[in-house]
């Protein structure tokens, strides 16, 4: 029977062996995950009896069949937790924190009570505005059932003393009331960039998650016109953007009558959010 070192040497092999760029980072998430512990902890048994090395031969042959990590485990961190995802919600980025933590810097300032994660999928943003904010409540809203209950088990894991709730619709549809905060990660992949997407992407996460009309902008057109109804005045609308859409996605929110509208870069420099305020009434 081989040790942990030993099998981790050959997942590291067997990954590079078949092209992957990142063979040894993955390869220690992949035994740490079989081992139950971070890779740190793994180390110190190293040479341990591993016992495990179906179950990573089995992660292996399905990382190798082209799936993204992420389902393969079924889990990705974010914003320092541990998310449940798989092949019916987007596999959260890293470059999305940025967009929760602008989002947390304003509800700081402003004692905003009450948010709402719009096309929420697997409830990365959401679950951590409950975890690291004082909310009182936080919506889910997604128009996936899949989705939603994706993003049910994440709050029920990550916040379960959170008050929350969940509702299903096309993009504002089905939501009542009106929220301090409206953070959304939106579709937003013009047709000719979806095309060039990496494949593990476009074969394997969901296209309605990640593809959006009018060049890209569908949606953020339809949060300039129809979010005010659902934020109280002086609320916020926080908005993920891909690197090239700051500008127009901007110029929406003030068309719209968003005032204090910004945009802002995440931690690799790339444009990544804009944010306006609701207009006191």
Known sequence: MSNWGEVFKQTVKTLADAG????????????????????????????????????IERLVAARLSGKPLAYVL?????????????????IPRYDTESVAQRAL????????????????GSGAIGVTLGAEGRFETVCFADISGGALDVARRNAGNLIPRQEVSFRQGDFLENIDGRYDLVVCNPPYISAEDYAGLEAQVREYEPQAALLAGNGGYAFYERAAREAPRVLEPGGALVLEIGDTQAEQVCSLLAGGGFISVESGRDLSGRPRWVFGIAPAK
């Open 20 to 55: 992957f760029a990142e063979a040894e980072a993955e390869a220690r998430v992949i035994t740490a995950h079989a081992h139950g512990e971070d890779f740190s902890s793994l180390c110190l048994r190293f040479f341990d009896v591993c016992g495990k090395e179906a179950e």
């Open 105 to 120: 810097l304003l509800a700081r300032e402003n004692g905003y009570r009450t948010a709402l994660d719009l096309c929420c």
């Open 74 to 90: 079924r889990e990705k961190y974010f914003y320092g937790r541990p998310f449940y995802v798989d092949e019916r919600v987007l």
